[in-house]
């Protein structure tokens, strides 16, 4: 393999920019490393060599004209298919919008162009981002590089194995419950939902628009906050994107202080109901925050236990809501039944065949919880809880600066395992979706190998909203004194994936 596509995003840039290495050079190692590998992680839906490579060359031929260039011109990146571009379909994962060319890029998407960035392919998911594996992507799951009969997290498992399989050096995902977290902890990445409104979401194929967030995979802390700088800012677009800049993120992560800082364990995350291996690799962050001058404080949020609940009414609410949309008129699928074809059973047909069954459940039960007879049993009171939980993380950053916990209960599952239980699914989100019922920014960052199941272990850092720089603060320091102890990046525990093709 390419020594190149191990080094860090803020390594490469530097090489760029001393023209020591080519962007087109750069691009083309990842690209060969897909050819390569992809076949068994599967983190792509859709790989462009030729987009990547002619928006490689244009940023080598501005280089060498001279021209000003943004900071990662030329590095190349991968994006979750739920956010749409020009140049390549955008499915979310479902037959429903298979071989969908959007007329329109995200604004994210927008700002990597901008930036020079070449866009490597489109990586996979759980269908309309919803799941925990990516075994409920239509065209099947991606895999954990660590070991590919366990699954890489979801939604975004296709961004966190194609970052965790050097496919990339950073990817795009989103996380409306966990899907950008979630992944980076059972891959050995580095993964931030940034404050709700930081990013914007337009051009993103909405799950629940309430929840959504789209942020920076990385393999390190500085990587994901470079990546951060990129993607953030105000857009008109978005009704809901916050008018102020939060500052550099790089600019935090530098900083490696936790001084004086305090942290908040939250009691209802941590102990019981969690992997043995997954509390010791926490515990002994907590003791490194703490030998490096923290102060470590336990929180009680008493209503996170109604959070689940909370979530899988009001997520498929919206989603419900947002799905609405594909109805087999305007874009993707369009299945005409036998007998007359009626717009009601072309609808029918469209959606039955073109969804799969998380989708379909989660429709059912979205549509269920707003029908007038039980709409305020359900969906106003997990709009209650969603209130309870936002005044317990007032509560708790009253006496802490940033909160801590595991990322998720256990490492990463063996594929099949809990497909036919959506309850053992939903509960590996246990941590990471009261954020996203509050809005605030989250990040999970490795912390070592749990030694019980010899797979990745990650810790998770939460902020109030709009201090998505103290999570690149704490966790560039946290990640820092666990390179020192280790000798080496948590990646470079990972085993080496056998070539092929
Ligand atoms: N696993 C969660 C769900 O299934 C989170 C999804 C997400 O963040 N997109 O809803």
């Known amino acids: 393999m390419s020594e190149l596509i191990r080094k860090n995003a803020s390594e490469l840039v530097e090489l760029l920019k001393s023209r020591e290495i080519s962007s087109v050079e750069l691009t083309q190692a990842h690209l060969d490393r897909t050819a390569a590998v992809d076949g068994d992680v599967h983190s792509y839906l859709h790989v462009g060599p030729e987009a990547a490579l002619a928006a490689a060359a244009e940023v080598d031929r501005r280089r060498a004209a001279g021209e000003a260039l943004h900071a990662l011109a030329g590095l190349p990146i991968a994006v979750k298919d739920n956010l749409t571009t020009t140049d390549a379909p955008t499915t979310s994962g479902s037959k429903i919008l298979e071989g969908w060319v959007p007329q329109y890029d995200a604004t994210v998407v927008k700002k990597l162009r901008a930036a020079g960035m070449p866009i490597l392919g489109k990586t996979n998911l759980d269908e309309f981002a919803m799941g925990s594996s990516t075994e409920f992507s239509a065209f099947g799951p991606s895999r954990n590089p660590w070991d590919l009969e366990r699954i890489p997290g979801g939604s975004g498992g296709g961004s966190s194995s194609v970052v965790a399989s050097f496919q990339a050096p950073l990817a795009i995902g989103s996380d409306t419950g966990g899907s950008i977290r979630y992944p980076a902890f059972v891959t050995g990445t580095v993964g931030t939902k940034p404050t709700y409104g930081a990013v914007s979401r337009y051009g993103l194929i909405a799950l629940a628009s309430s929840l959504d967030q789209i942020g920076p995979v990385a393999r390190n802390v500085l990587d994901a906050a470079l990546l951060q700088d990129v993607i953030a800012g105000h857009d008109p677009h978005d009704s809901t994107s916050l008018p102020e800049s939060l500052g550099s993120m790089a600019d935090a992560a530098k900083k490696l202080d936790v001084k004086g800082l305090r942290v908040g364990v939250i009691k209802q995350l941590s102990g019981e109901g969690f992997q043995p291996g997954v509390s010791a690799r926490f515990n002994e962050s907590l003791e490194l925050l703490k030998n490096a001058g923290a102060e470590i404080v336990e929180v009680d949020c008493p209503s996170f236990e109604y959070a689940i609940a909370a979530y899988y ?183 080496e994936l056998e070539v092929r093709g």
């Open 313 to 495: 009414l009001i997520l498929p609410a919206e989603a419900s809501s947002n799905l609405a949309k594909f109805d087999s008129v305007r874009f993707g699928l369009r299945v005409t039944p036998e007998g007359t074809p009626t717009i009601e059973r072309v609808m029918a047909a469209t959606r039955e065949a073109g969804f799969g069954p998380e989708v379909k459940r989660r429709i059912i039960l979205g549509t269920y919880a707003l029908s007038s007879g039980s709409y305020d049993a359900f969906y106003g009171s997990a709009q209650k809880v969603r209130t309870l939980i936002q005044r317990d993380f007032d509560a708790a950053f009253a006496k802490a600066d940033v909160l801590v916990s595991p990322t998720a209960p256990n490492t990463a599952f063996k594929l099949g395992e809990k497909l036919d239980d959506p309850l053992a699914m939903y509960l590996n989100d246990i941590a990471t979706i009261p954020a996203n019922l509050a809005g605030i920014p989250g990040m999970s960052i490795p912390n070592g190998v749990a030694e019980d199941t010899n797979l990745p272990s990650g810790i998770q850092i939460l902020a109030p909203a709009r201090g998505d720089a103290r999570l690149y603060q704490v966790g560039a320091a946290l990640e820092h004194m666990h390179e020192e102890i280790w000798g080496k990046r948590m990646i470079d525990f990972a085993p």
